[in-house]
């Protein structure tokens, strides 16, 4: 018996099911599986799942929309690796109105790539869809997967390459076969089974080859790590940031049909049933996704590098606002808005004479609070040099007690730090360890109250 099978049949569902609804604890359950006469190697595997069934259901079964899905409450497959790098259920439920919707025909999909399903699992339900991998415990999940959404897809064990060349030589006029409409893929971002891929442009399939896979579609999109060099990305593509308020989850670039709105740039914060919270867009401009060669050198050279000398870049890389002063505000772009390069359009809007403070580190600072959800704005109280004496007097000053030490262009452990400053009051308080004008800088500030954003 192949270990799907294993976790899909009847008798270990049901197992896990009880187990889950007693709350049982790893002994128990272990004692359980025992009596009921499992194998060691299946009551690892069992044990193994189980401690991924609370994961898969918060990731892709819950919330308000959870109860249009047939998979709420069942179980999904999958092993650890394929549940992190799958799309969740509010980039998938939002990812869904990006496909052609009641056009009368019955489109076709290919999931290049296909994993579990994640991107599969909210496609409408006007789309018939087919699973393609190399890994067959893969289909194998992916197969199980969309059935417990209501789904019924086909898949296919094949290189993803080969499939869409083969796509590409179907014409109509062939007796009997069809060419399928789109495609959606997400390249492997994974060296080994287990181990981070740190080159992001080191993926399985390339950008290059994604590029080419396209030419055999109508349209379809690709999903890449947020921090993909965007000057790869070929023109005429649609380029979108997608995330929640505190994070920026994937690169989304649209070809062919599906990308409306071509060479623009979106990033779209997404609630967690898949609803838009706030949208920015601009037209694509490659003069901010390259490096001017005095600021590349100044970046090669860090390591040998301090103090306002050293160059410290976050992944905007470049920026259009200028340097000043401290203001009475300081602000976090939401990350979003950092990796698409609009916090500095998102931030002018509401202040025309916002800026930062330190090249390449993404905090706004004005004279006006920024809002969200855009931004986390604080208002500042005081700042000082990075140094104990002096950060602990402007504690004191403020009769601060608590804080919470937020880091940009400063490496040192925050527990410690907060430990060696010994902070006594009764005031919360946010201390910035941060750079203005490249030096060293602590920032004392307290956060505004959140307002709402309309999008840019």
Request: a negative charge.
């Amino acid at each position: 018996m192949q270990p799907w099978d294993l976790l899909a049949s009847d008798s270990v569902q049901g197992f896990i099911e009880e187990a889950h609804a007693r709350k049982c604890d790893a002994l128990q359950v272990s004692t359980a599986l025992n009596k009921a006469g499992y194998s060691n190697e299946d009551r690892a595997a069992i044990m193994d799942y189980m401690a991924l069934v609370p994961k898969f259901r918060e990731k892709f079964c819950s919330g308000k929309n959870a109860n249009k899905d047939s998979a709420r409450g069942v179980f999904l497959l999958c092993d650890k690796l394929a549940l992190e790098q799958s799309t969740a259920q509010d980039i998938g439920r939002w990812k869904a109105n990006l496909w052609p919707h009641g056009n009368g025909e019955s489109a076709e999909v290919h999931d290049l790539c296909c994993g579990m399903g994640g991107d599969s699992f909210f496609l409408p339900a006007g789309l018939k869809v087919t699973g393609v991998d190399l890994d067959e415990n893969r289909l194998a999940m992916y197969k199980h997967n969309l059935q417990a959404f209501g789904k019924d897809a086909s898949i296919k064990c094949a290189d993803v390459r080969d499939v869409a060349r083969e796509n590409g030589t179907k014409m109509a006029v062939s007796a009997g076969m069809t060419k399928t409409d789109y495609f959606t893929i997400d390249p492997a971002r994974r060296a080994l089974e287990g181990e981070n891929q740190r080159d992001l442009r080191n993926l399985t399939p390339t950008l290059e080859e994604v590029v080419e896979i396209n030419r055999h579609y109508k349209g379809g999109m690709a999903k890449l790590p947020p921090g993909y060099p965007p000057a790869e990305i070929p023109d005429g593509t649609e380029i979108l940031y997608l995330g929640g308020h505190g994070d920026c989850r994937e690169c989304l670039v649209l070809f062919g049909e599906l990308a409306k709105h071509p060479d623009t740039v979106r990033a779209v914060i997404v609630d967690k049933n898949g609803e838009t919270v706030a949208e920015w867009s601009r037209r694509r401009d490659r003069s901010l996704e390259t490096l001017d060669d005095d600021l590349q050198e100044k970046l090669d050279r860090n390591d040998s590098l301090e103090g306002k000398d050293r160059t410290y870049r976050t992944a905007t890389s470049k920026s259009d606002l200028s340097l000043g002063e401290i203001s009475k505000y300081i602000a976090e772009p939401a990350p979003v808005l950092i990796r698409s390069h609009l916090f500095n359009a998102a931030a002018t809007v509401h202040d025309a004479d916002a800026h930062l403070i330190s090249e390449g580190i993404a905090y706004v600072t004005s004279e006006k609070p920024l809002p969200a959800p855009g931004f986390a704005c604080y208002e500042v109280l005081a700042y000082t040099e990075i140094a104990t004496g002096a950060v602990r007097s402007m504690l004191k000053e403020h009769d601060v007690g608590k804080i919470t030490l937020k880091l940009r262009g400063v490496k040192l452990d925050p527990d410690a730090e907060i430990k060696r400053l010994k902070p006594k009051g009764k005031n919360t308080a946010i201390l910035f360890y941060t750079r203005a004008y490249g030096e060293k800088v602590a920032i004392l500030a307290v956060k505004t109250k959140e307002r709402s954003q309309s999008s840019l």
